[in-house]
């Protein structure tokens, strides 16, 4: 592959990298304490400049800080969430792929009763119910309420792997269940979990915004995208500097990480790679 076509298809995988370590260093990157009020009186709601980039919010605060400060908190939540959801579904898919019969049926429906579930509705409904929640909290109800895409990939791809002659091979060999599953099948099962991943991060992100934006996920002190907008107090026009930087912010991560799974789905899998992997 020419090195510039090899650039051109990483290329987002980098970015994404890049927004995960933007994530990691953002609060030292900032130019001011993201949650000092230095003066609300007059420094309160000023539009971008070189001394504020971003603007101040309507208690004083330097917005590009709490957009840096909120890409910790939003993504820190957004991949806990997908680590959940991907764990919880690779379980499921697999499970239900390798018992077969009737805990595959059961498990299938229990998928599919969860996905005729609204996934919005459901998280409304938890978090009223909790009245608050911590960014811990939110990450485990999001993940708890994602996994069961990636339950159906993984368990229409266990299935075709199970067809393989690799697979084949090592069951009549008589390898268990669960050293075929941890040594045959996982490693064989990455790539279809990585779009799984990055497909669950493109919906995580938002679904926190969304929810923070409501005021029923991160609360203040503590700066997420989405409690950033919040601070507009719907006058968009007026304050569009708390609306426009988180939203690009948000906009970026969603594209760049729907690309990434565009990529990673594109990539070449078949039974030559498998069995490679599997030697």
């Known amino acids: 592959m020419p090195l510039g076509s090899r650039a051109r298809r990483y290329a987002p995988l980098l970015a994404l990298v890049a927004l995960g370590l933007l994530a990691l260093v953002g609060p030292w990157l900032a130019p001011f304490d993201p949650r000092a009020q230095p003066d609300p009186v ?72 969860a996905m005729a579930i609204p996934r919005l509705l459901l998280l409304l409904t938890a978090v009223a119910a909790f009245g608050s929640v911590t960014p811990l909290a939110l990450a485990l109800l999001l993940g708890a309420t994602g996994w069961m895409t990636t339950a159906r990939l993984v368990r ?54 969304g929810l923070s934006f409501l005021g029923l996920g991160v609360g203040p002190p503590n700066a997420s995208w989405g409690n950033i907008i919040l601070e507009a107090e719907g006058e968009v026009i007026r304050r569009w500097w708390l609306v426009l930087f988180p939203t690009l912010a948000i906009v970026a991560t969603v594209l760049t990480t729907n690309v990434v799974a565009e990529r990673l789905g594109d990539a070449p899998q078949g039974d030559d790679a498998t069995d490679g992997g599997a030697s």
Request: charged share 15%; no cysteine.
């Open 156 to 209: 229409q791809e266990t299935h075709r792997l199970l067809g393989s002659e690799f697979v084949r091979g090592a069951r009549a060999l008589g390898v268990p269940a669960v050293r075929l599953l941890r040594v045959h099948l996982l490693p064989a099962l990455l790539p279809t979990i990585g779009v799984a991943a990055t497909v669950a991060l493109a919906a995580a992100v938002p679904l926190e915004a």
């Open 42 to 113: 007059s420094l309160a709601l000023l539009p971008p400049s070189w001394a504020h980039p971003f603007g101040t919010d309507p208690l004083s605060r330097d917005v590009l800080s709490r957009v840096l400060a909120g890409a910790r908190v939003s993504l820190g939540i957004a991949f806990s969430a997908v680590l959940v959801a991907v764990t919880l579904g690779t379980a499921v898919g697999a499970t239900a792929a390798l018992a077969g019969r009737w805990i595959d049926t059961v498990l299938m429906r229990v998928t599919d009763a």
